[in-house]
């Protein structure tokens, strides 16, 4: 509803940024706020960005007209935290895990801010089906994936997951690095 | 790309509420990439921390702005994180003051409750090898700070007008970023952030053909696939790689079978090697890959100008250590490769301040986790109270950006145990001068630090700067200029 509020007044870049928060607003029962920005609890660390890859910009405008349709157009995503603590979010379609879960104040890094220049906004898809139904990973994501700390068979960067339908029901787990560095003996590459 | 928006408010404002009375004074020595995710850290697990950043330039962020490469703008885009995590209500940052010099360490310890050191590795390592001081041979740092207007390497001018070839020692990332600066078209830097003065020298360049040395084969390469994938696509430049080079032993398999990085460089360059014309066009400009080889020594010019004029090299061959880890040892051949240029990138070194442990054949601080201990025996009874280590200066000089953000989540939970455990915060000692300390002592020696505010001045006008030659900014350079658009 707020979403739709919001691009029908003419917002359509905020419009088309708070459907991702939709799931938060109503979890924390802001919604109907104009301003639902102010009442996100303060995710540390990447709160001051939104990151729009050009895919997500390129959708932007259906994806706002079929958000009036209905429900269809956002998936179910599933983040498994550091800690094995799970949140469930809503996604809209096109939009890329990395920008999903900042919206949700989940806390996946993303240094390059979605740029493919920097591993941290590493994910490991939870389920093989899952993951073989995302499109192969190109050389540029690859590169960057030799680099992601505790890299497994299911890896991919956030910020290079674009929602669609068939991803609907999705579990992403961040890798606990700090376990992988200190604990079990792991050495990670200098790399 | 990013759209900004500016809740980033939000974590600032709440740092106002939760100052308490008696702050955890923490103070962090460097403004890189380890000290940023130091603070942030810091901040985030213990809401009673002020945290105070100091760090000898002007000008923050450490090797994001002195060494990651002027064509690699969206790697420094991580800038934007930090730059969110010094404008917090509970973090100050102090540029142009030098551990050391404005202030010791052991006045840090007086004032601050935590001192976390993570000021990286700003000398070099050493060949050790005759002619090692020849004009015309710089270590690939110095190269680095030049091209990236660093305000001490403005004056290094390499000669890049009287020679034809250039030598890089070393197959690292750092190598491969020298090699492409001096290889790739310069209408292609003139958009990036690269030093005038910089700029204006490869512009005028004679350096046509690049031979980068390395003393085990392309299995042991140090460099990564993007940084490879992206200099093996230079435009006009022709790769030179031996095919007799990328002969695999039982041994090398075994490596790439273990190693996703290895195994994606080898193939990469196995690709460039069969892919090459073996036409050259004289036009062209050339990087030669040379593996099994390593300097003997540098040889002079017969003008006794005292300038380098070639590298003699031994060639190598691999010996089996342990499973999985080959070195080279020597063979008792040699050739010489002339060239007019040497860059050395055969890594950094930290160097140790007064009071600091230090492992001088590591070239690092002696820690566990981050604690620093008193001497290198590794005992952890030893451990320096309150004092730890993050980034270069903990883990040696390897490592990306990111490997930082891991090693400080290690520094800051030793910190977060040893206040749990009471080791920082019992005793009476707890109440520490902090920031006020600091700006007192400060102020006492006429030291005048910059604030992140005064960098955002600096920032504005080197923004302005470049604007008008479609650059993203034009560095300031000088020490001057520096502290002058700072007010
Ligand atoms: C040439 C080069 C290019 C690189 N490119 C990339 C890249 O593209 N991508 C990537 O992910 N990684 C890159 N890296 C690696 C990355 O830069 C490092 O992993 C990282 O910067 C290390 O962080 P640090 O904080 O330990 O040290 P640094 O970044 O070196 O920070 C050290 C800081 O300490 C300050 N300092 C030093 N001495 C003192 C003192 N006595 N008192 C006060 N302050 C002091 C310095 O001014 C500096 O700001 C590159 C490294 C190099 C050398
Ligand atoms: N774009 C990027 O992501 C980027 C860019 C720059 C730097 N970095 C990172 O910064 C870190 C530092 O890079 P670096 O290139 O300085 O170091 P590095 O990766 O450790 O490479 C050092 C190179 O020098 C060689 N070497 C060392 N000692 C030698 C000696 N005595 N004689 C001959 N050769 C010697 C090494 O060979 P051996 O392997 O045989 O020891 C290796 O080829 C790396 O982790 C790198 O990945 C990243
Ligand atoms: S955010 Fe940097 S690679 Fe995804």
Redesign the interface.
């Known amino acids: 509803m707020l979403i739709s509020r919001l691009s029908r007044v003419g917002f359509p870049?905020i419009g088309a940024?708070s459907r991702g928060i939709s799931a938060h607003v109503c979890r924390t029962g802001c919604a109907g706020s104009t301003y639902c920005?102010?009442h996100?609890p303060?995710?540390?660390?990447?709160?001051?960005?939104?990151?729009?890859r050009n895919r997500y910009c390129s959708t932007t405008a259906a994806s706002a007209d079929s958000a009036d349709k209905g429900e269809q157009q956002e998936i179910s995503v599933t983040f498994v935290d550091k800690d094995g603590e799970e949140k469930h979010i809503k996604v809209p379609v096109g939009m890329s895990m990395l920008e999903a879960a900042h919206q949700n104040d989940i806390e996946l890094?993303g240094?390059?801010?979605?740029?493919?220049?920097?591993?941290?906004c590493h994910v490991i898809v939870m389920d093989i089906e899952y993951y073989n139904k995302l499109e192969e990973p190109t050389?540029?994501e690859?590169?960057?994936l030799?680099?992601a700390?505790g890299?497994t068979e299911t890896s991919r960067l956030g910020c290079q997951v674009i929602a669609k339908p068939e991803l609907d029901g999705v579990r992403l787990a961040i890798p606990a690095?700090?376990r992988?560095?200190?604990v079990d003996g792991y050495v990670?590459?200098?790399? | 790309?990013?759209?900004?928006?500016?809740?980033?408010r939000?974590?600032l404002t709440?740092g106002l509420l939760t100052i308490s009375n008696n702050p955890l004074r923490v103070c962090i020595v460097d403004s890189g990439p380890a000290g940023f995710y130091t603070a942030?850290k810091m901040l985030?697990a213990h809401q009673e921390a002020e945290v105070d950043i100091i760090d000898w330039l002007p000008t923050p962020f450490g090797l994001v702005r002195s060494g990651v490469a002027p064509d690699?703008p969206?790697?420094k885009?991580?800038i934007?994180?930090f730059s969110?995590?010094a404008k917090h209500e509970r973090c100050s940052f102090f540029g142009n003051v030098t551990l050391g010099s404005s202030v010791s360490l052991g006045e840090l310890r007086e004032l601050y409750n935590v001192v976390v050191l993570a000021y990286g590795a700003e000398s070099d390592r050493f060949l050790g090898i005759p002619g090692e001081d020849l004009k015309g041979i710089y270590s690939a740092r110095e190269f680095v700070w030049w091209y990236n207007g660093h305000p001490d390497f403005k004056n290094l001018n390499p000669d890049l007008k009287s020679t034809e070839s250039a030598v890089i020692v070393g197959q690292g990332?750092v190598a491969l970023d020298v090699a492409r600066i001096l290889l790739r078209p310069t209408a292609e830097l003139a958009t990036t952030d690269i030093s005038k003065h910089a700029l204006s020298g490869l512009e005028e360049s004679s350096i046509r053909k690049v031979y980068l040395v390395g003393r085990r084969g392309p299995v042991q390469a140090?460099f990564?696939?993007?940084e490879l994938?992206e200099v093996l696509g230079i435009k006009n430049l022709n790769i030179g790689i031996q095919e007799a080079d990328l002969y695999r032993a039982p041994a090398d398999e075994e490596e790439l079978k273990k190693?996703?990085?290895q195994k994606?460089v080898y193939e990469l360059l196995s690709r460039a090697a069969t892919s090459g014309s073996s036409e050259l066009n004289p036009c062209q400009r050339e990087l030669h890959f040379v593996f099994f080889s390593k300097p003997d020594r540098f040889l002079e010019s017969d003008d006794s100008s005292g300038h380098v004029a070639g590298v003699h090299l031994e060639k190598t061959v691999l010996k089996g250590v342990s499973p999985g880890k080959q070195i080279a040892v020597d063979t008792g051949q040699f050739e010489d490769r002339p060239c007019g240029m040497v860059l050395k990138s055969i890594g950094y070194k930290s160097v140790p301040v007064d009071g600091l442990p230090f492992d001088h054949q590591k070239g690092v601080v002696p820690n566990i986790?981050g604690r620093v201990l008193g001497n290198t025996s590794g005992d952890p009874a030893l451990c320096e109270n309150g004092l730890y280590v993050c980034g270069w200066l903990k883990?040696g000089p390897?490592?990306?950006?990111?490997?930082n953000?891991?090693?400080a989540?290690?520094t800051v939970?030793s910190i977060s145990e040893d206040l749990e455990q009471g080791v920082l915060w019992s005793s009476s000692s707890s109440l520490k001068p902090g920031r006020e300390g600091l700006h007192q002592l400060l102020s006492n020696r006429n030291v005048r630090f910059v604030t992140f505010n005064e960098w955002e001045k600096i920032d504005n006008e080197e923004k302005r700067r470049g604007s008008s030659s479609s650059e993203p900014r034009e560095k300031l350079i000088c020490w001057e200029e520096l502290l002058k658009s700072a007010t």
């Open positions: 870049i940024l920005q102010r996100w303060e995710t540390w660390w990447f709160q001051g960005a939104i990151y729009q890094e240094a390059c801010e979605g740029s493919l220049a920097c591993s941290t050389d540029e690859n590169d960057m030799d680099l700390f890299l690095a700090t992988n560095f200190a990670p590459k200098p790399h | 790309m990013a759209i900004y928006r500016a809740v980033g939000n974590w709440r942030e985030k690699h969206e790697t885009i991580v934007n994180q969110r995590v990332n140090a990564t696939t993007r994938r190693n996703r990085i994606r986790r883990r390897t490592g990306i950006i990111a490997t953000l891991y090693c989540e290690e939970a």
